[in-house]
């Protein structure tokens, strides 16, 4: 057992309470939208920020829907890292084929070895990659340094794109290939005080929709899922990462933002009682499209309309930009 791998056997807007709950009023996808259970026997997925939230429950339901799944987190501390254990144990007990690698996004060296150990894993070419490891920190924006601002950029944009380069040459060679990228309905509105996550989320939406052009003529497909509010441990580890910019916070700025800075703690507080097996239900119904029929982008949430209405919005603002010139076959070929 290496540090790297371990394998099992197989809101109103402005009200601190409720601004993401405002952000996620936005057709809606629940749990019950999926009644037919696919069977992914074969496939291979790697997915990224599996120790909680998304990631470990979308991991443990495609495994259990058959596929080759290969977990990622940081610091797995040669497998005993407590999440990496139960989640082990519970790939075991329910016979899984589920393994677990360390990768950690914001490191080149170790996204390429985890990567590298995923390949071994599936015995070539990722079939899916799914870029879902993100951190969420709250408050104005000017009070997030650059510590802070380097760190969620590094994580929420950046660390994607680092995985994104690690299995397309691959996936391009093979001809085929699904990246999933988890935005957040904050990637095309923006809430206040939540300005730093938006940007990232914002990053992500268009840096892989210019991807899904690009990579269009080569099999590759790509899907932006924009969840909702949910209850996962990115708010719970929130408060963390917004305690700590305020411990390096001067007076002034604390002082001028007082009122932001509260509503910015009541974000992180505010109850959620949807289902987060949304995401993972959302994943497995696309994944088991057809090849060239899968969507662009899919809100997820029980309230989803307002988040519906911009995407389409912008779907037709990019139809007359790019439908009738040189990229109209690009285009063309992207489902949304």
């Excluded at 429950?57 to 495994?63: D, I, K, R, S, V």
């Excluded at 501390?77 to 999440?83: A, H, L, V």
């Excluded at 709250?138 to 950029?153: C, K, Q, S, Y």
């Excluded at 268009?206 to 899904?212: G, Q, V």
């Amino acid at each position: 057992m290496t540090d790297q791998t371990f394998r099992t056997s197989r809101r109103t807007l402005l009200g601190a309470g409720s601004a993401l709950a405002a952000a996620a009023a936005i057709a809606p996808q629940t749990a019950a939208a999926a009644d037919a259970a696919p069977d992914f026997t074969g496939k291979s997925v790697l997915i990224t920020g599996c120790s909680s939230g998304f990631g470990r429950l979308t991991a443990l339901h495609l495994a259990r829907l058959g596929a080759n799944v290969v977990a990622s987190m940081r610091n797995l501390d040669y497998g005993n890292r407590p999440e990496a254990k139960s989640l082990a144990k519970i790939a075991a007990d329910e016979k899984l084929n589920l393994a677990i690698v360390e990768i950690d996004v914001t490191d080149d060296v170790k996204v390429e070895g985890g990567v590298a150990a995923a390949h071994g894993l599936a015995g070539g070419a990722i079939d899916v990659l799914i870029n879902n490891a993100g951190i969420g920190l709250g408050g104005p924006v000017e009070i997030n340094d650059m510590e802070a601002t380097r760190l969620i950029f590094e994580t929420n944009l950046y660390g994607y794109l680092r995985m994104a380069r690690a299995v397309l040459p691959k996936m391009r060679e093979k001809g085929a290939g699904q990246i999933f990228n988890v935005s957040s309905q904050l990637g095309r509105i923006i809430v206040p005080n939540l300005g730093m996550y938006c940007a990232t989320k914002f990053g992500v939406e268009a840096m892989f929709e210019a991807m899904a052009y690009e990579l269009a003529p080569t099999g590759v497909e790509i899907t932006i899922i924009q969840p909702g509010g949910y209850p996962t441990k990115i708010w719970e580890n929130g408060v963390r990462y917004v305690d700590d910019i305020l411990a390096r916070t001067d007076d002034e700025r604390k002082e001028a933002y007082a009122a932001h800075i509260q509503m910015s703690e009541g974000l992180f507080s505010a109850p959620r009682d949807t289902d987060p097996m949304d995401v993972p239900h959302a994943i497995a119904e696309i994944i088991a499209m057809p090849a060239g029929k899968r969507p662009l982008r899919r809100p997820v949430h029980p309230r989803s309309q307002v988040m519906a209405a911009a995407n389409n919005a912008m779907t037709q603002i990019q139809a007359q930009v790019l439908g009738g010139g040189t990229y109209k076959s690009w285009h063309d070929a992207v489902t949304d």
